[in-house]
């Protein structure tokens, strides 16, 4: 990707790049399974398992960004755990 500006070769490399193709792919399946989940489950058990991206963004950062995370951020992932199992039993 070039750097960005606002000439008419930059927006035609960004419509023209795979991987912006992908994550506007990506983003449009992911809504429609959203969109499914709110349909099937009751909102109020499926919105709070969205704090899960917080635990899968941490172990993220753990295996691609080699981050250390304290002990006090694990006691935070997991009560998010605890909690999502409380609302789905």
Do not use: Q
């Not at 990506?26 to 398992?49: D, H, N, Q, R």
């Amino acid at each position: 990707m070039p750097a960005f500006a606002w000439t008419r070769d930059f927006w035609l490399s960004l419509l023209t790049n795979w991987y912006f193709a992908a994550c506007g792919l990506f983003f449009g399946l992911a809504s429609l399974l959203w969109m499914y989940i709110v349909k099937v489950f009751p909102f109020s058990s499926a919105y709070p398992m969205v704090s899960l991206s917080y635990v899968f963004g941490m172990l993220a950062a753990i295996l691609f960004f080699h981050e250390e995370v304290s002990v006090i951020k694990w006691v935070g992932v997991m009560f998010i755990v605890l909690g999502c199992m409380l609302i789905a039993k």
